[in-house]
Nanobody
Framework: QVQLVESGGGLVQAGGSLRLSCAAS????????MGWFRQAPEKEREFVAR????????YYGDSVKGRFTIARDYAKNTVYLQIDSLKPEDTAVYYC?????????????????WGQGTQVTVSS
């Protein structure tokens, strides 16, 4: 059973930084793609970033390019999302997701497993 557990969210002032973590368990993830999504109140779930577990290639949503960095730690089975220069519009619940294929995926429906989410709130 795949489990994804996010942590690291919180309340931060605009311009600050956060690092979100996603601890993955229950499977060997070498053939997986790991993604981060976010969902603000009354908005659709939005693709943020993804990384191939094997090889580490990354891809970012247009709204976060240059400020967000996705990375993974093989030894810890953990995926990270570093968020810099936070803006109030980054306020959302951030979700970690896993796709059991190593190819591209940017829609929520492309992902097979989801974490419970972690709240990020940015004050102005």
């Amino acid at each position: 059973q795949v489990q994804l557990v996010e942590s690291g969210g919180g309340l931060v002032q605009a311009g600050g930084s956060l690092r979100l973590s996603c601890a993955a368990s229950g499977r060997t993830f070498s053939s997986y793609t790991m993604g981060w999504f976010r969902q603000a109140p009354e908005k659709e779930r939005e693709f943020v970033a993804r990384i191939r577990w094997s090889g580490g290639s990354t891809y970012y949503g247009d709204s976060v390019k240059g400020r967000f960095t996705i990375a993974r730690d093989y030894a810890k089975n953990t995926v990270y999302l570093q968020i810099d220069s936070l803006k109030p519009e980054d306020t959302a619940v951030y979700y970690c997701a896993a796709r059991s294929r190593p190819d591209s995926g940017q829609a929520p429906a492309d992902y097979d497993y989801w974490g419970q989410g972690t709240q990020v709130t940015v004050s102005s």
